[in-house]
């Protein structure tokens, strides 16, 4: 059965930063990319980033490259999300979702969501 758990949201100040996980049961990063994605009040979900089986990232979106990051332990099976100079536009409830394959592919073609962890930026 395949699960995704995310971890790590709270409330953090303008500039900060916050690292996300996803711990993923039921199958393994070796055989599946990992994306995060994100939902603000009121808007549609959107892509953040991808990693591949591979450790290649994909930015779905431009306005977090140079602040936000994507990496995986396979070990543990978690992927991680760095979020750094956090702005009050990042604020969404964020979630993992994974596919089967080797490289990412369009955000819409995800099969399997965790619940999402909420991350709030506000002074």
């Known amino acids: 059965q395949v699960q995704l758990v995310e971890y790590g949201g709270g409330l953090v100040q303008p500039g900060g930063s916050l690292r996300l996980s996803c711990a993923a049961s039921g199958f393994t990063l070796d055989d599946y990319v990992i994306g995060w994605f994100r939902q603000a009040p009121g808007k549609e979900r959107e892509g953040v980033l991808c990693?591949?089986?591979?450790?290649?990232?994909?930015y779905y979106r431009d306005s977090v490259k140079g602040r936000f990051t994507i990496s995986k332990d396979n070990a543990k099976n978690t992927v991680y999300l760095q979020m750094n100079s956090l702005k009050p536009e990042d604020t969404a409830v964020y979630y993992c979702?994974?596919?089967?394959?080797?490289?990412?592919?369009?955000?819409?073609?995800?099969?399997?969501w965790g619940q999402g962890t909420q991350v709030t930026v506000s002074s």
């Open positions: 990693i591949s089986t591979s450790d290649k990232s994909t």
């Open positions: 979702a994974a596919r089967r394959g080797r490289l990412c592919p369009a955000p819409g073609l995800y099969d399997y």
